[in-house]
């Protein structure tokens, strides 16, 4: 069987001036495992990049470009003058934004004193009297043209100074009620003289509202001109931007990376885990990067110190194909296998896909599955990309229905459609049959639902027999010999095991019970695990045998064969369900179809909507329901046999754009 990916530990040593680019190579590369980092120190360098990568990404969303999700081919740490271009990019954003900012504040300064100024248009009272009636207080009068942008600026955002006629010598100042005391001060360190307004002139004069109206359409025409600045800058600066962005976010992970090494004044030291098949090509690529300025040392798990005493794990990575790699996360969700032991990522990937089949039998809603997998994979659905690894198991599953499917005669729950095909296949063997695989009950197909149903206990004794290989093997593999042999997961717990299944089915077949001296071949792996505990401390040298003393051993070997019974027992009576499932998932589409024939058949509208409706009721909510049920099998009947301790997962250092 396949075993864990071979690994090793290397250790790097490198120049500062080369360690950037040893920890781009290294992070893109995605493929060394850093074993050991101090706590990360955030250094002037540090905070500086983090500053501009801030701006930039403000930047970008002011500009409105796309972020992307990962990084675009190509992406390299900034070049030399880099930097300074993007500290150039970030500040020409920056001002394009504070003009665009100062046009939109001006204008909704300008726009608040001409509504003000509308409400009371009207109001027939003296004009001296408005002070008193509004949160508008007003002031009229002459102010030296060449004082105006002081005054304005002086008073900023708590008063707006609008020009009255064409000589600019006379003025309106309006603020805020609260603003008014700020508004009189200001306007008399300027030299500000009051005009006389008629007592009885009432409203708001028409030249006031239409300088108000001019005022308030120049500052929209000053924001939409900085508005079209703006789009025809991103469109000018679109592509170098994000370029520039992704650019400085990599550098600014680099030295987050960098920072968090051990180091001398000229020397990074870098150590950790690679697979041993890539070692060469490390070794080689970081020898050219750094034009032989590195010292690279390697060493095999068992000559690690900390892997020899246990301290430390070695980080286990799986070698598959695309298909099988997709089930890897079954297996890591567990658990990690310990590094060194059988792979079980191909068991899981060929049990998961035939178990779902056998229970989701039907051709067309196989397909669904098939279909949606392969739209998965090549990237058919853009919000479903992260889960995209798992398109190949849509396909696998998808398959295994559909075979299923073939079998009992099934296509989108219309068991008629495929008929004559299953004719002229079971012709061939005898007499013409609607369906290969009978799995309705009726009066004349019970023996052949039994035949099924033990099947599938025949499926879940080979799947139990490979979980115990598989533990076996790992035992004598990581050099404990009496957990291999001792252990009711071991030879004598699988002697039980495959023993007591040859005797029930002999019995079964023949009516032949079981002779004296075969209860005695049955009882000896019984008593060896009754005896498991003292016998394994006296192989690996423990003592006392009896470590809390010969009563508690006793009792300890009388819950272990009470384990033994249960386990093997629950484990076998388990793969029922698969059977179960699968007859469930025949008499769901058999209703379907019967709905469909009451409502008018298939080429009814009313039949439609029934084989819709119910076939997506089955695909989504049985599909879901048979994959927890698969993984369950998997979990706590196969796994349980050998994942009695974890290792640890390979977890490749690398850069990401986004950081979650």
Request: hydrophobic share 45%; glycine share 8%; net charge negative.
């Amino acid at each position: 069987m396949l075993k864990t990916t071979k690994m090793q530990m290397v250790e790097l040593m490198m120049l500062r001036q080369d360690v950037d680019r040893v920890l781009e190579y290294l992070g893109t590369k995605a493929d060394f495992e850093m074993r050991e980092r101090t706590q990360d120190r955030k250094g002037a360098e540090d905070e500086g990049l983090h500053a501009l990568l801030s701006r930039l990404q403000t930047g970008r969303a002011f500009l409105g470009l796309p972020d992307p999700d990962s990084w675009e081919p190509g992406i390299s740490l900034p070049a030399e003058g880099e930097l300074e271009e993007a500290e150039s990019l970030a500040a020409r954003v920056e001002e394009l934004q504070e003009r665009e900012k100062t046009a939109r504040e001006f204008r909704d300064r300008v726009a608040d004193a001409r509504d003000e100024a509308k409400a009371f248009a009207n109001l027939k009272v003296s004009f001296s009297e408005l002070d008193h009636l509004t949160f508008l207080s007003i002031r009229v009068g002459r102010l030296d043209p060449a004082e105006l942008p002081a005054a304005q600026a002086a008073l900023g955002d708590r008063a707006l100074l609008v020009p009255l006629g064409t000589e600019g010598s006379r003025i309106l100042a309006a603020s805020s009620r609260k603003g008014r005391f700020a508004l009189d001060t200001e306007l008399k360190r300027f030299s500000f003289v009051p005009m006389e307004i008629p007592e009885t002139f009432t409203g708001i004069p028409d030249e006031i509202l239409a300088e108000l109206e001019r005022e308030v359409s120049r500052a929209e025409t000053e924001l939409a001109e900085a508005a079209e600045q703006r789009m025809h800058f991103t469109a000018s600066v679109a592509r170098q931007y994000v370029t520039t962005l992704q650019k400085v976010t990599l550098a600014t992970r680099v030295t987050q990376a960098r920072e968090g090494l051990e180091s001398t004044r000229m020397v990074y030291r870098v150590s950790g885990w690679i697979p041993a098949s890539a070692s060469g090509t490390l070794m080689h690529e970081l020898d050219n990067l750094t034009e032989g300025r590195i010292a690279i040392r390697v060493w095999a798990p068992d000559e690690v110190p900390e892997v020899r005493s246990g301290t430390e794990k070695v980080p286990v990575r799986f070698s598959h194909g695309p298909m099988v790699r997709s089930f890897e996360r079954v297996i890591f969700s567990y658990g990690a296998p310990l590094y060194g032991t059988v792979d079980p990522t191909p068991i899981v990937a060929f049990f998961f896909t035939l178990l779902f089949g056998i229970m989701f039998g039907d051709v067309g809603q196989g397909l669904v599955f098939a279909l949606l997998g392969l739209a998965l994979s090549f990237g058919g659905f853009k919000a479903l990309k992260k889960w995209a690894h798992f398109g190949p198991v849509f396909v696998c599953i998808g398959v295994s229905s559909m075979v299923m499917g073939l079998l009992t005669g099934e296509f989108f729950a219309n068991g008629e459609v495929l008929a004559p095909l299953s004719r002229a296949i079971t012709g061939y063997f005898g007499e013409p049959r609607d369906h290969i695989l009978e799995l309705m009950p009726t009066h004349d197909s019970l023996g052949k639902l039994m035949v099924f149903f033990a099947f599938t206990l025949g499926v879940g004794f080979v799947l139990n027999s490979i979980g115990l290989i598989i533990n076996i093997v790992n035992q004598f593999s990581l050099r404990r010999p009496a957990r291999a042999l001792f252990s009711k997961t071991g030879v004598a717990g699988a002697s039980f095991f495959w023993y007591a299944v040859f005797l029930a089915l002999r019995f079964g077949l023949s009516r032949r019970a079981p002779l004296v001296w075969e209860w005695i071949l049955l009882s000896l792996p019984l008593l060896v695990i009754f005896m498991a505990e003292p016998l394994t401390r006296l192989a690996e040298g423990h003592r006392p045998v009896f470590e809390n003393g010969l009563f508690s051993g006793f009792i300890e070997g009388v819950v272990e064969l009470l384990e033994t019974f249960t386990t093997y027992f629950s484990n076998s009576v388990s793969y029922l369900r698969v059977g179960a499932f699968a007859l469930s998932h025949g008499v769901l589409s058999f209703i379907v179809f019967t709905m469909t024939d009451l409502v008018g058949g298939s080429l009814s509208l009313g039949g439609i909507a029934v084989e819709i409706l119910g076939n997506g009721v089955i695909i989504v909510l049985e599909g879901l329901i048979v994959a927890i049920q698969v993984v369950r099998l998997q979990y706590y009947e196969f796994f349980s046999k050998f994942f009695a301790e974890t290792g640890k997962e390979f977890k490749p250092f690398r850069f990401s754009y986004k950081e979650h």
